[in-house]
């Protein structure tokens, strides 16, 4: 089984800043995809970005972007121009559905 | 588009008790489903999944079981609750088996074992 570990339990960010979440991961696959999901306080998980591990570019989407680093095994995950929605618990997971034990994330207005 | 719901929203039990939580699927057949427990403010611990009916995997041994009687029902059950199974219950699903499939989660279930 794959492992994923968020060594950032809570992150704090300046509503307009940018902040990077952390990631780590284990896995002896060669091709595989890794995910953040974002849990506000609803509780309701939803996708933020997903990067394949073939492709050099990172992933992008609006202020969200990951810092892949494949030898590294390592997927960071930067939110620019913060915004009070993003606080949230962020996960990092790999496709096997395993994820890390989240970072809380507070933006301070 | 895929659905998935999942009820009830909140239950208390008391110790001893049966527990039975039902995930259903919506818009796609043949998915992937995934029970987590997600102790207050923690990270999501994978319990159970399914790649089919009557497949179960489980990933840590312990007061509970899961059952999937039909391609778009995923059912975790208790014989007894402990204390310690209380926390908020999700449920998942990826369909297609491609590898860069998302998840989407049902809106959880929040169980207090008193």
């Known amino acids: 089984a794959q492992t994923v570990t968020q060594s950032q339990p809570e992150m704090s960010v300046q509503e307009a800043e940018t902040v990077t979440l952390s990631c780590t991961y284990d896995t002896s696959e060669s091709d595989y995809y890794l995910f953040w999901y974002k849990q506000p306080p609803s509780r309701q998980m939803i996708l933020v970005i997903r990067?394949?591990?073939?492709?050099?570019q990172n992933a992008t989407e609006n202020r969200f972007s990951v810092n892949f680093q494949k030898a590294a095994k390592s997927f960071s995950l930067k939110i620019s121009d913060s915004q009070l929605g993003d606080a949230a618990m962020y996960f990092c997971?790999?496709?096997?559905?395993?994820f890390g034990a989240g970072t809380r994330l507070t933006v301070k207005p | 588009s895929q659905t998935i719901h999942q009820w009830p929203a909140t239950l208390v039990q008391p110790v001893g008790s049966p527990l039975s939580l039902e995930c259903t699927v919506e818009g796609t057949s043949n998915p992937n489903l995934y029970w987590y427990r997600q102790a207050a403010g923690r990270g999501l611990q994978l319990l159970f999944y399914?790649?089919?009916?009557?497949?179960i995997s489980s990933e840590v041994p312990q007061n509970l079981s899961a059952s999937r009687p039909q391609d778009r029902q995923f059912i975790l059950s208790s014989k007894k609750l402990l204390l310690s199974d209380s926390g908020f219950y999700l449920c998942?699903?990826?369909?297609?088996?491609?590898?860069?499939?998302?998840?989407?989660f049902g809106q959880g279930t929040r169980l207090t074992v008193v």
């Open positions: 399914s790649v089919g009916i009557g497949q």
């Open positions: 990067q394949e591990a073939y492709k050099q």
């Open positions: 997971a790999h496709k096997d559905m395993r």
């Open positions: 998942a699903l990826v369909s297609g088996g491609q590898i860069e499939s998302e998840a989407f």
